[in-house]
T-cell receptor
Framework: GAVVSQHPSRVICKSGTSVKIECRSL??????MFWYRQFPKQSLMLMAT?????????EQGVEKDKFLINHASLTLSTLTVTSAHPEDSSFYIC????????????FGPGTRLTVL | AQTVTQSQPEMSVQEAETVTLSCTYD???????LFWYKQPPSRQMILVIR??????QNATENRFSVNFQKAAKSFSLKISDSQLGDTAMYFC????????????????FGKGTLLTVNP
């Protein structure tokens, strides 16, 4: 299989605090991991792409200093929302691929972030 | 830039019947990949089916099949013998990329079609 986990599944935090979300590929090595944001009843919006050992590539309009992404190993990527505000409340989904021209992205179950 | 259009925001079908979800895309690329993902109420994105643009044969996975028309840039999903568990949001997605070994392959998603299977 190709299983991707995320932790936590949901988190509530106070405005101004930072929150870290973990994304793990459980049974394969993920050369590339992706982070998406999904608003209610909307599609997924790609935030950034990260390759293991390299800096993440952020999509236009995504603040790299606010959404810190680390992909330190082939099975783990983290997204840290720094100084979170209520407008950062959303559903965050990661995906992972083995990399290479034929691979598919496998998605984690998502993390619901609520900032009070 | 690539765009993916799903023109049916919502659809419904009776259990055991067949339903087709439409998807069109726009790209100047020649090599690319198309996907259908399913997102049930749990919100876990599940890969339904994948099609390589260079393959003329339509992909099939059990009750799910696609009608890939490259010239028309159309990629519809047919669900046969619909089951209650098929109720979900279905996203059509397009992927292209260059290079190999760790290069970035970005998925562009359509807005989704909410499919409800009625008993």
């Amino acid at each position: 299989g190709a299983v991707v986990s995320q932790h936590p599944s949901r988190v509530i935090c106070k405005s101004g605090t930072s929150v870290k979300i973990e994304c793990r590929s459980l049974d394969f090595q993920a050369t590339t991991m992706f982070w998406y944001r999904q608003f209610p009843k909307q599609s997924l919006m790609l935030m950034a792409t990260s390759n293991e050992g390299s800096k993440a590539t952020y999509e236009q309009g995504v603040e790299k200093d606010k959404f810190l992404i680390n992909h330190a190993s082939l099975t783990l990527s983290t997204l840290t929302v720094t100084s979170a505000h209520p407008e950062d409340s959303s559903f965050y989904i990661c995906s992972a691929s083995r990399g290479g021209i034929t691979d598919t992205q496998y998605f984690g179950p998502g993390t619901r972030l609520t900032v009070l | 830039a690539q765009t993916v259009t799903q023109s049916q925001p919502e659809m419904s079908v009776q259990e055991a019947e067949t339903v087709t979800l439409s998807c069109t895309y726009d790209t100047s690329e020649n090599n690319y990949y198309l996907f259908w993902y399913k997102q049930p109420p749990s919100r876990q994105m599940i890969l339904v089916i994948r099609q390589e643009a260079y393959k003329q044969q339509n992909a099939t996975e059990n009750r799910f099949s696609v009608n890939f028309q490259k010239a028309a840039k159309s990629f519809s999903l047919k669900i046969s013998d619909s089951q209650l568990g098929d109720t979900a949001m279905y996203f059509c997605a397009f992927m292209t990329g260059t290079g190999s070994g760790g290069s970035n392959y970005k998925l562009t998603f359509g807005k989704g079609t909410l499919l409800t299977v009625n008993p």
